[in-house]
T-cell receptor, first 114, second 117 residues
């Protein structure tokens, strides 16, 4: 199993649905991140967690709700999304608090909002 | 303000050609880190290299080499004798030091490399 595992790999949801993305790492890293990757846009940092505590929320709409129950798991709860939220959502982890040692990324969840 | 520019949106080369991917950065910090990541079609970004601002030595790893020049604020990546498996999107990134109390991690927009057989 690779270092950072994301499930599901693909998700199609209606605008009124509620779903969750899951990220898991067993690398012993202390920091975990959610990134959004849209076509033709730079990677957008959404949330940062250090030692289970949220240390950064990059002005993300409240329809995205992160949860970090422990240092190994990170969730992104989704509700009442918009079509423009369709993107690849990447989870990453790092040992250093802001990724100065480099990130380990998961394979991402390809989200389509219909 | 911090910024990472990858001016080459897409590059196509024929297998066995050498190719250089450009990365230019802007930062006010004296302590920072530069990175390259590879994103193959499978989706995950794969860490390739990290360089700190005090180490300007060039690095070579197999067919990959990196040229860090502070004078031109560039951190270019060269693949020698390219192979089809090198086809991917390559991202350059900058992580600044904590002069403001928090770190900033900025990705470039990526360069799509297509290596044709």
């Amino acid at each position: 199993e690779t270092g950072v595992t994301q499930t599901p790999r693909h998700l199609v949801m209606g605008m009124t649905n509620k779903k969750s993305l899951k990220c898991e790492q067993h690398l012993g890293h202390n920091a975990m991140y959610w990134y959004k990757q849209s076509a033709k846009k730079p990677l957008e940092l959404m949330f940062v967690y250090n030692f289970k505590e949220q240390t950064e929320n990059n002005s993300v709409p409240s329809r995205f709700s992160p949860e970090c129950p422990n240092s190994s798991h990170l969730f992104l709860h989704l509700h009442t999304l918009q079509p423009e939220d369709s993107a690849l959502y990447l989870c990453a982890s790092s040992q250093a608090p802001r990724g100065q040692d480099g990130y380990t990324f998961g394979s991402g969840t390809r989200l389509t909002v219909v | 303000a911090q910024k990472v520019t990858q001016a080459q949106t897409e590059i196509s080369v024929v297998e066995k050609e050498d190719v250089t991917l450009d990365c230019v950065y802007e930062t006010r910090d004296t302590t920072y880190y530069l990175f390259w990541y590879k994103q193959p079609p499978s989706g995950e970004l794969v860490f390739l290299i990290r360089r700190n601002s005090f180490d300007e030595q060039n690095e070579i790893s197999g067919r990959y080499s990196w040229n860090f020049q502070k004078s031109t604020s560039s951190f270019n990546f060269t693949i020698t004798a390219s192979q089809v498996v090198d086809s991917a999107v390559y991202f350059c990134a900058l992580s600044e030091g904590p002069t403001s109390g928090t770190y900033k991690y900025i990705f470039g927009t990526g360069t799509r490399l297509k290596v044709l057989a």
